[in-house]
């Protein structure tokens, strides 16, 4: 069974920092690509970031490009988002995702977390 579970949410002020993780079991770690979505209160739901494991290559939103960083540990089927300078405008409920495809949109992922919440405040 593929799984994927997201951990290290919370409150936080603006200009702090969190990390979350997303553990992923149940399949070939290299063969995917793992990504990151978030959806903002009365928003879409946006994916602003991934990494391929096999090659280790990574993509950044605009919105994110500078203060987050997406980075894998393939021994431990591992994904971190490191979440730096913190705005208001990142409080949201963030997904990690798995897909085949890099740079993926929603309709191309197959597995999503259940989602956790990070809130920014003022």
């Known amino acids: 069974e593929v799984q994927l579970v997201e951990s290290g949410g919370g409150l936080v002020q603006a200009g702090g920092s969190l990390r979350l993780s997303c553990v992923a079991s149940?399949?070939?770690?290299?063969?995917?690509?793992i990504g990151w979505f978030r959806q903002a209160p009365g928003k879409e739901r946006d994916m602003i970031l991934c990494i391929d494991n096999r090659d280790g290559a990574t993509f950044y939103a605009d919105s994110v490009k500078g203060r987050f960083t997406i980075s894998s540990d393939n021994a431990k089927n591992t994904v971190y988002l490191q979440m730096n300078n913190l705005k208001p405008e990142d409080t949201a409920v963030y997904y990690c995702v798995r897909s085949e495809y890099f740079i993926m949109n929603d309709y191309e992922v197959d597995y999503w977390g259940q989602g956790i919440r990070v809130t920014v405040a003022t």
């Open positions: 149940g399949f070939t770690f290299e063969d995917y690509k």
